[in-house]
């Protein structure tokens, strides 16, 4: 049942640093670096970077482990 309160909410299409230090298990500092290194497509909103999670999701697909 939807109701007034759960009506829209939107999918989720950015990260945060900190979630993609988290999901990779490592730091945020390497997680700002791969930032800073154009892995991916970002957006600055003030101080918070916030990630394109379509882009995060192709990089992390094309890695081989």
């Known amino acids: 049942t939807t109701t007034p ?4 909410i939107p999918t989720k299409r950015t990260y945060t640093v900190e979630e993609i230090a988290i999901m990779l ?3 945020k500092s390497k997680a700002y ?3 800073k290194e154009g892995h991916f497509r970002f957006v600055r909103i003030g ?3 916030r990630v394109s999670k379509q882009s995060f999701d192709e990089w992390l697909d094309s890695q081989e482990f």
Do not use: C, E, R
């Not at 309160?5 to 829209?8: D, E, G, W």
């Open 5 to 8: 309160a759960t009506a829209f």
């Open 25 to 27: 298990g490592i730091g």
């Open 33 to 35: 670096a791969l930032v």
């Open 47 to 49: 101080a918070t970077i």
